[in-house]
T-cell receptor, first 116, second 113 residues
Framework: AQSVTQLDSQVPVFEEAPVELRCNYS??????LFWYVQYPNQGLQLLLK??????LVESINGFEAEFNKSQTSFHLRKPSVHISDTAEYFC??????????????FGTGTRLQVTL | DTGVSQNPRHKITKRGQNVTFRCDPI?????LYWYRQTLGQGPEFLTY????????KSRLLSDRFSAERPKGSFSTLEIQRTEQGDSAMYLC???????????FGSGTRLTVV
């Protein structure tokens, strides 16, 4: 079984400031890791994912996340946020083996609030 | 590719009534998933289908819940004898073969009064 901890329920930040959203996971097997973003009254959109290879993964809109196996973390960062980044961000994990690779386990989410 | 479609977007029902939600996945996706999201929480896995076969069900899915995917196309999620605790957003997602490419629908928000 897997679990995900997002310690920060809310992160307020000024526009153009850097931000880090923390994610730690627990798993008895090797994992795939994901970050999803959810805008109000919408479904979840995949932001980025770590499957294998380079531990640093990037999204098209400036976010990046680094897989740290020793610290079981997958923190999300952006060097300069925009008002439009205001949303709920969810970290998710799935196991690599066939049986557990079918479902995602999500954290409780972090609300990123960007203000002027 | 029109994405994953869920209907209705909102449903208000009285306690004890039955409700049914529909999900139309991306046409070439053979896997379909149902998740439930309550306020302030992340989505929780309910069940998933590979083609028409229901391969896994969460313990969250009580006997009042049933899901089908006839002919491996659209899926329905039915809740019988709804309770106030069933109030949540019900999310459907689909993928092609693996979890790599999950696409979520916009969800159906259920309110039980």
């Amino acid at each position: 079984a897997q679990s995900v901890t997002q310690l920060d329920s809310q992160v307020p930040v000024f526009e153009e400031a850097p931000v880090e959203l923390r994610c730690n996971y627990s798993s008895s097997v090797s994992v795939y890791l994901f970050w999803y973003v959810q805008y109000p009254n919408q479904g979840l959109q995949l932001l980025l994912k770590y499957l294998s290879g380079s531990t640093l993964v990037e999204s098209i809109n400036g976010f990046e996340a680094e897989f740290n196996k020793s610290q079981t973390s997958f923190h999300l960062r952006k060097p300069s946020v925009h008002i439009s980044d205001t949303a709920e961000y969810f970290c998710a994990v799935s196991g690599r083996n066939t049986g557990t690779a079918s479902k995602l386990t999500f954290g409780t989410g972090t609300r990123l609030q960007v203000t002027l | 590719d029109t994405g994953v479609s869920q209907n209705p977007r909102h449903k208000i029902t009285k306690r004890g009534q039955n409700v049914t939600f529909r999900c139309d996945p991306i046409s070439e996706h053979n896997r379909l998933y149902w998740y439930r999201q309550t306020l302030g929480q992340g989505p929780e896995f309910l069940t998933y289908f590979q083609n028409e076969a229901q391969l896994e069900k969460s313990r969250l899915l009580s006997d009042r819940f049933s899901a089908e995917r006839p002919k491996g196309s659209f899926s329905t999620l039915e809740i019988q004898r709804t309770e106030q605790g069933d109030s949540a957003m019900y999310l459907c997602a689909s993928s092609k073969d693996t979890v790599y490419g999950y696409t979520f629908g916009s969800g159906t928000r259920l309110t039980v009064v």
